[in-house]
């Protein structure tokens, strides 16, 4: 894996120069749309190519995931399709010269293709954050080869499984998630346009469109809701953003065909009460009513999505901004009983985070910002293992268990295909913008470029370790601009020095911190936000609970006696049964913590720069984001 890691930090820190292609958020697609946002909104998202992260832990994540997609050879991505339109002809070796993909990716599984699209995905956000040559070639190879299968296939389908699994879901008849994969390939076909420019993309997701347009419309209203049953991902919301690329109506309609009555119709009643459905296949339903409100002004979408957000995070998501059991929402009222080896789906991370995106474009709201932080930094971060840069599905909170992770060969579970995603695009979420205004929201080390305003700014900062961070204007713009940054909701009252004198904070936690002035080039504004350890308690149960520094999620290392292995499912002999893994805990380790919770810091010391910590009874404490091949415990018992 070293090799990688070294072509990737050449690749990405010695070509971060390069312009790539426009994002979908509000205002971000030059060009690219024929069909713009049409709901207010009150912050717009810079494009991954005006925020390139500087040296730090969160770029050592993207550079450990940009290796990994480097080493992906694409015959290998592009093999199942191959096999299913018989397009081997003419490669050297044909078939046999392929090695197969395992796991998910296997030709006797049904999801098989998603990787590809995830990593259409992925490859055009690289591109974006870091101008890296090698992750254009790498979609654009890609793309070409998918044009190839689809002119084999006829008809404008596009799949690695035959349509008749399409056919099995429009009969009710069983077959896993056809439509899910489908859509990671139509996101991935548009990000490949919007991100790299590349037109055969689009040009093959128009064609898929019009082959599911053919292929939906005109079905009995039965038949729909019978193949709504079966998971769908976001595929509504490709057709949303199909529709905004192309202006075609039919594409819009397509997106709307996909509205789940059963599912969506109690959210807009206001009815929370989300029972066990399957967690990630519920929130794409609301990412969907996120983008037609955005297109449309429905008010009822835009209902749906905040009330779906507060619920989420108000209610059933863990310290660490992660949701679900086993896959699927649980009654918050147990909360407790539900602490287990299965917890934390990360694909469902990640599309709570897409869907903060959204809420904080249309109302600039510190919460939103303050749970994307959470989430994050404790869970996204925590995903990725710092030594091979594997991940993990679930982020198991039981304590004693062990973060279980992917393999290159023998995995490909839906979280590593949107892991590649998410740790390519940590730039996305730390700055902001309206008119004349500029929220920093992450305290992440990075330098923006905001072109229309002829500003450039370096954010320089050790955060969470320290707690500063100096913001410096490289560029000034013309004329007065307001810096908005974020006061935490974890934070003591701040700091703020603009060139070294103090300036008057007002406001409460969860809010943000204005700053209006004529900036001048070389100003610098440092800003301190005071952290300390504090508890979080699980709502059923108050003698269980959480220890925090600030944002960070700590855990007690509670060592490796009767590990087994980080990878246990590396052999394709070994079912891939994360759902009943079992951790084999020592009987009787200690997971109590006798401290005064008055007082933590009087019984809890920190040991090092690095954020580690030790209990009284010299335990060690580090944060989970980097507690990697050891048992941990993340929910103390409360003395």
């Known amino acids: 894996m070293k090799s990688y890691i070294t072509l990737a930090l050449a690749l990405a820190i010695g070509c971060l120069t390069q312009a790539s292609a426009q994002s979908i958020y509000p205002g971000q697609h030059e060009g690219k749309l024929k069909v713009e946002t049409s709901a207010p909104v009150r912050a717009l998202s810079f494009d991954l190519k005006d925020v390139k992260l500087l040296p730090g ?20 991505l592009l093999h199942s399709f191959r096999n299913n339109a018989g397009t081997f002809a003419g490669l050297e070796g044909g078939y046999e010269s392929v090695k197969k993909l395992g796991g998910w990716e296997s030709l006797d599984c049904d999801l ?70 489908l859509h990671k390939l139509f996101s991935g076909l548009i990000d490949q346009y919007l991100y790299s420019d590349n037109r055969q993309a689009l040009d093959i997701a128009v064609k898929m469109g019009d082959w599911a347009y053919g292929k939906l419309m005109g079905q009995p209203e039965e038949t729909r809701r019978l193949m709504l049953r079966n998971e769908f991902g976001g595929v509504n919301e490709a057709f949303y953003n199909l529709y905004a690329v192309t202006g075609d109506t039919r594409y819009r309609d397509l997106a709307r065909y996909f509205y789940h009555n059963d599912v969506i119709d109690p959210l807009a009643e206001g009815n929370t009460d989300f029972g066990t459905k399957h967690t990630n296949t519920f929130i794409p339903k609301v990412i969907a009513e996120a983008r037609n409100y955005e297109l449309t002004s429905d008010g009822r979408s835009r209902g749906i999505a905040r009330l779906f957000w507060d619920e989420t995070t108000g209610h059933h998501s863990f310290v660490t901004g992660s ?21 934390g789906e990360t694909c469902c991370t990640y599309n709570m985070l897409k869907l903060s995106r959204h809420l904080f474009t249309w109302d600039p709201s510190p ?50 295909g949107s892991g590649f995603e998410s740790h390519a695009k940590y730039a996305e979420g730390i700055y902001y913008h309206g008119d004349d205004n500029l929220y920093v929201n992450l305290f992440i080390p990075s330098r923006l470029t905001w072109a229309e305003k002829g500003l450039t700014l370096t954010q320089t900062t050790s955060f969470p370790e320290s707690e500063t961070t100096r913001l410096t204007i490289d560029k000034a713009p013309a004329g007065e601009m307001t810096l908005s940054l974020r006061y935490p909701s974890w934070s003591g009252k701040p700091v703020v020095k603009v060139n070294g004198r103090k300036v008057a904070v007002k406001g409460s936690p969860s809010s943000y911190i204005p700053v209006k002035r004529k900036w001048r080039e070389g100003d610098v504004v440092e800003v301190t936000y005071p952290m300390s350890l504090r508890v979080e308690t699980a709502p059923d149960t108050p003698s269980r609970g959480a220890l925090l520094y600030g944002p960070v999620v700590l855990a007690g290392d509670m060592g490796t006696e009767g590990m087994a292995s980080p990878a246990p499912f590396s052999d394709p002999t070994v079912r891939n049964d994360y759902y009943t893994y079992d951790y084999k805990i020592p009987a009787g380790l200690n997971t109590s913590l006798d401290v005064d919770l008055s007082d933590l810091s009087a019984s809890i010391k920190r040991t090092s720069d690095s954020l580690r910590f030790t209990t009284p009874d010299g335990r060690s404490i580090l944060p989970l984001y980097d507690a990697h091949r050891c048992r941990y415990v993340v929910y103390w018992d409360l003395k």
Request: glycine share 8%.
């Open 367 to 416: 919460a939103v910002a303050d749970y994307y932080e959470r989430a994050l930094y404790n869970h996204i971060l925590a995903q990725q293992d710092t030594l091979s840069g594997m991940v993990c599905y679930f982020l198991p909170l039981l304590s004693g268990s062990h973060k279980v992770y992917s393999t290159p060969e023998q995995s490909f579970w839906c979280c590593v």
């Open 323 to 343: 949701c679900s059991q086993k896959e699927h929402f649980f009654d918050p009222a147990q909360f407790s009983r539900f602490i287990n080896g299965y917890t």
């Open 57 to 76: 832990r969160v770029r050592d994540n993207l550079e450990r995931d940009s290796a990994w997609m480097v080493s992906i050879p694409v015959g290998r």
């Open 112 to 181: 098989r293709g998603h990787t590809t699209g995830h990593l259409l995905s992925a490859y055009g956000l690289m591109y974006a954050a870091t101008g890296a040559e090698v992750f254009k070639l790498k979609g654009d190879s890609l793309v070409s080869g998918l044009a190839e299968v689809q002119d084999a296939l006829g008809g404008g389908y596009l799949s690695a499984f035959p349509e008749e699994l399409i056919n099995r879901n429009l009969r009710g008849k069983s077959v896993w998630a056809p439509w899910y994969t």
